[in-house]
């Protein structure tokens, strides 16, 4: 069964930063691509930054510069290190992953493609 827990949610001031994990099981870890997405209040899931098997990364252009998408084969943990964040930055955050094993810009963000962790809050607010 695969299972993501996502950890390191939490509210935190403009211009601060915070690390998320998410924790991997029920799948050869270092096989698959990982994904992070998420979804604000009122608004649909966006997707965020994708690492690749290989270790590519890819990140919207938000977020670029600022978020760094990485993962730990060893620990079959992948990590989103989120610095300078913005109130806009404010969604839960989730970790999916492909039910093939392969992501790619096209595939939708649903169950029917990937599985998914239960999410974890990040509220950016002075």
């Known amino acids: 069964e695969v299972r993501l827990v996502e950890s390191g949610g939490g509210l935190v001031q403009p211009g601060g930063s915070l690390r998320l994990s998410c924790a991997a099981s029920g799948f050869t870890f270092s096989n698959y691509d990982m994904v992070w997405v998420r979804r604000a209040p009122g608004k649909g899931v966006e997707w965020v930054s994708s690492i690749k098997e290989s270790g590519l990364t890819f990140e919207t252009e938000s977020v670029k510069g600022r978020f760094t998408i990485s993962r730990d084969n060893a620990k079959n943990t992948f990590y989103l290190q989120m610095n300078t964040l913005k109130p806009e930055d404010t969604a839960k955050y989730f970790c999916?992953?492909?039910?093939?094993?392969?992501?790619?810009?096209?595939?939708?963000?649903?169950?029917?493609?990937?599985?998914w962790g239960q999410g974890t809050q990040v509220t950016v607010s002075s």
């Open positions: 999916v992953v492909p039910r093939s094993g392969r992501w790619f810009p096209a595939l939708i963000l649903t169950e029917e493609f990937y599985y």
